[in-house]
């Protein structure tokens, strides 16, 4: 069974870095074709796609986002971390990870993790 | 393009049937997966492959897509239906980072 678990600080200054680490189980990111994705969702609107990290340390950012963001991968520790530079209001979101698989047929994210919510305020 | 396009809401009266629709040029090469969403919940992926269902989804869940649209029809829409629906696709390079907008969908 694949789980994961979003985890990271609640209350974000303006200006400041977030930092998020999904934390899984279930399955390998060293396993060829795996993936871990990003997504946020601000209070009552869209879902919006982040970023990507392949098994072979392959990222995908959104471009509207590429400049702020950063991924990492952390095998051993079967984690994925993902940073934010810059925090504005406007990213008071919550935030997903979720599991992918490029191989084979596609099956989308699935599962995702329960969300975290950050909130950026002065 | 690099979008995926659903319209923002759509309505449906208790146990009728109801088509939930996303364009994009991308879903000529790729099949969509959809996903649910119900509020404070994470989504749940209820299509891939634009028609497979993943064990425990509901058949009156069901996908079709044909040229550079997807669909997901709910047959017999129960009141748990409720909830926002995303569709997804891969870009043209084939990674999976495209989403539509997502549809409120109502059940009266």
């Known amino acids: 069974q694949i789980t994961l678990k979003e985890s990271g600080p609640t209350l974000v200054k303006p200006t400041q870095t977030l930092t998020l680490t999904c934390t899984f189980s279930g399955f390998s990111l060293s396993t060829s074709g795996l993936g871990v994705g990003w997504f946020r969702q601000p209070p009552g609107k869209a879902l919006e796609w982040l970023a990507l990290?392949?098994?072979?340390?392959?990222?995908r950012y959104s471009p509207s986002l590429r400049s702020r963001l950063t991924l990492t991968k952390d095998t051993s520790k079967n984690q994925v971390v993902l940073t934010m530079t810059n925090m504005d209001p406007v990213d008071t979101a919550t935030y997903f990870c979720?599991?992918?698989?490029?191989?084979?047929?596609?099956?989308?994210?699935?599962?995702w993790g329960q969300g975290t919510l950050a909130t950026v305020s002065s | 393009s690099s979008e995926l396009t659903q319209d923002p809401a759509v309505s449906v009266a208790l146990g009728q049937t109801v088509r939930i629709t996303c364009q994009g040029d991308?879903?000529?090469?790729?099949?969509a997966s959809w996903y649910q969403q119900t509020p404070g919940q994470a989504p749940v992926l209820v299509i891939y492959d634009r028609n497979k269902r993943p064990s425990g989804i509901p058949d009156r869940f069901s996908g079709s897509g044909s040229g550079n649209t997807a669909s997901l029809t709910i047959t017999g829409a129960q009141a748990e239906d409720e909830a926002d629906y995303y569709c997804?696709?891969?870009?043209?390079?084939?990674?999976?980072?495209?989403f539509g907008g997502g549809t409120m969908l109502t059940v009266l």
């Open positions: 979720a599991h992918t698989s490029i191989l084979g047929v596609p099956r989308g994210y699935d599962p």
């Open positions: 991308s879903l000529r090469n790729y099949h």
């Open positions: 990290i392949y098994w072979n340390d392959d990222k």
């Open positions: 997804h696709s891969r870009d043209n390079s084939g990674h999976p980072v495209l």
